[in-house]
Antibody, heavy 118, light 110 residues
């Protein structure tokens, strides 16, 4: 069974840092590109960042470029999102999802909540 | 303001048909595939339609997708109360070099 489980969310002060993880199982992780999507409370989905299957190619939304870094460890079947210089507007539920090329997301985790507040 | 434009809400009676539009531009929908996602309250999004009009296994044929030019449409027939959810379109944007979602459309089954 395909599973994606996010972790690492929590309460952080503005300007702080956090690292999210997404542990996957049930499929060959190294064969798939992956994505982070976020959803602010009561708002819609926002595409955040994607990474190719071997980690060589990454893409970022303008809203997080220069502050967030996506990475992966295929040996550990894990996806990461390092978030620096966090702002109140980064407060959201962060989902990881599997990309099926060219660009749709067929399996999703349940999300981990990040709250940026003083 | 989302790059892809969807109506904030749509509604129809049980058993009826509803369509949800998604409007973009040549940098996204016009030259890339569109996918659609259903998000029931309190749950993660679920893939409904991919590559404009294909349904994953397990998705009933009551759900359909189409694309014309820079717009796409999700159609749902035989509406059920269980279809009440938020629906999002998504595509790749060649100018932004990033993915984009629509703002989401809330479906109410009256």
């Amino acid at each position: 069974e395909v599973q994606l489980v996010e972790s690492g969310g929590g309460l952080v002060k503005p300007g702080g840092s956090l690292r999210l993880s997404c542990a996957v199982s049930g499929f060959i992780f190294s064969s798939y590109s992956m994505i982070w999507v976020r959803q602010a409370p009561g708002k819609g989905l926002e595409w955040v960042s994607s990474i190719s299957n071997n980690g060589a190619n990454t893409h970022y939304a303008d809203s997080v470029k220069g502050r967030f870094t996506i990475s992966r460890d295929n040996a550990k079947n894990s996806l990461y999102l390092s978030m620096n210089s966090l702002r109140a507007e980064d407060t959201a539920l962060y989902f990881c999802a599997r990309i099926v090329e060219p660009h749709h997301f067929d399996r999703w985790g349940q999300g981990t909540l990040v709250t940026v507040s003083s | 303001q989302s790059v892809l434009t969807q109506p904030p809400s749509v509604s129809a009676a049980p058993g009826q048909r509803v369509t949800i539009s998604c409007s973009g531009s040549s940098s996204n929908i016009g030259n890339n595939y569109v996918s659609w996602y259903q998000q029931l309250p309190g749950t993660a999004p679920k893939l409904l339609i991919y590559e404009n009009n294909k349904r994953p296994s397990g998705i009933p044929d009551r759900f359909s997708g189409s694309k014309s030019g820079t717009s796409a449409t999700l159609g749902i027939t035989g509406l059920q109360t269980g279809d009440e959810a938020d629906y999002y379109c998504a595509s790749w944007d060649n100018t932004l070099n990033a993915g984009v979602f629509g703002g989401g459309a809330k479906l109410t089954v009256l």
